[in-house]
């Protein structure tokens, strides 16, 4: 049974509603170009230990802070390397994490008790709206992880949201529809606390975007990448996911849309590109799931781009839950 309230039609009047849930501890679902996310006001403790709660995610886990500006990130980073501020100027609004030291406004409920914070400017016009309402009363910035169960693929639409979270919501928590996510995988991580940026979880900012609007070079760009300080290596559907493998009659089966369907596979997503495949790649698991589909084929995307990322969440869907 569902217990959130689902507001379809976001006015402004519902935005500034959200906003004051916000400021007095509920939990607010919203959009994000990447996923969506389940937001809290991040000062304030019981809300942000309600985050762990509904997501039965561990309680030492770091939560990324979401800011309405780039300005803002003064008041919970300490210190800002020049290739920080540029990546900011560069890619905020948008896909991008920054990990920088943090200020005493970050405290230990946020960061995992690490002395640094996630900091991201979505790139969403409702987020947006919402993070300058929750500013305007006060508000320092929003804690949101993905809006999924801990080790479950993050939802891309509101509907996914309503799935995932639904039974654990409160009465008074709301989730905003802001339609599907336009990139569909989550932002770009970028460890900002060394004399060169890491990225710890690929996304659509690629380490070429990163050197080219930094001038400097990113120090893990041959090396796998991995997320520091996280247990959450699983994005995994029920159904079994396996990369590059013969599909048989029954089996669920992702793949550019150049590929063709072998014989009585299943289609769940067919993308035109690779961009088109971050977008589609959670829903069409999400699919097989809702079709009792047991095992899914996937055909993994080429190239150093978003594809990228799209092999990064598709191996940990291939270790299972
Ligand atoms: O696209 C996104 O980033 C989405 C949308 C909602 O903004 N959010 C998201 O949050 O993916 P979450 O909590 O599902 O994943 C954030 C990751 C976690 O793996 C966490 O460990 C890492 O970011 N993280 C957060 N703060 C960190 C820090 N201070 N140091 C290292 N890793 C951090
Ligand atoms: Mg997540």
């Known amino acids: 049974m569902s217990q959130g309230q689902f507001i379809s039609h976001c006015t402004a009047d519902a935005l500034t509603r959200a906003a004051q849930d916000l400021q007095s501890g509920s939990l607010v679902a919203f959009p994000t170009e990447t996923v969506y996310g389940l937001g809290a006001d991040a000062t304030n403790a019981a809300a942000v230990a309600r985050i762990y709660e509904v997501k039965g995610r561990p309680a030492d886990h770091p939560l990324i802070v979401h800011l309405a500006d780039m300005q803002d990130i003064a008041e919970w980073a300490s210190e ?11 890619f905020w609004p948008g896909p991008m994490t920054l990990i920088l030291p943090r200020t005493e406004l970050a405290q230990d409920f946020i960061t995992g008790g690490q002395a640094t914070v996630g900091l991201r400017v979505p790139d969403h016009t409702l987020a947006l709206a919402l993070l300058t309402a929750f500013k305007e009363i006060g508000g320092k910035g929003v804690a949101a992880p993905s809006a999924n169960r801990f080790g479950h693929v993050s939802p891309t639409t509101a509907a996914a949201v309503r799935e995932e979270l639904g039974e654990y919501l409160a009465e008074s928590d709301l989730v905003l529809d802001g339609g599907p996510s336009t990139v569909g995988v989550e932002s770009t991580i970028i460890d900002c606390t060394a004399a060169a940026p890491r990225i710890l979880r690929p996304g659509a900012i690629t380490v070429e975007m990163i050197e080219t609007v930094t001038g400097v070079r990113v120090v893990n760009r041959e090396d796998e990448i991995r997320v520091s300080g996280s247990l959450e290596h699983h994005y ?3 159904a079994r996911v396996i990369l590059d493998g013969t599909a048989e009659v029954g089996d669920g089966f992702i793949a550019l849309q150049s590929v063709a369907t072998p014989e009585g596979a299943i289609r769940l997503a067919s993308p035109l590109n690779n961009e088109d495949f971050a977008r589609q790649i959670y ?3 999400r ?12 055909v993994q995307p080429e190239g150093e781009d978003i594809a990228i990322a799209i092999r ?4 940990r869907a291939a270790r299972g839950r």
């Open 80 to 90: 800002i390397p020049d290739y920080a501020i540029d990546l900011a100027r560069s």
């Open 236 to 238: 995994a559907p029920s």
């Open 312 to 315: 990064d969440r598709l191996g």
């Open 283 to 285: 829903q069409s698991l």
């Open 287 to 298: 699919d097989a799931d809702a079709q009792s589909i047991e095992r899914v084929i996937v």
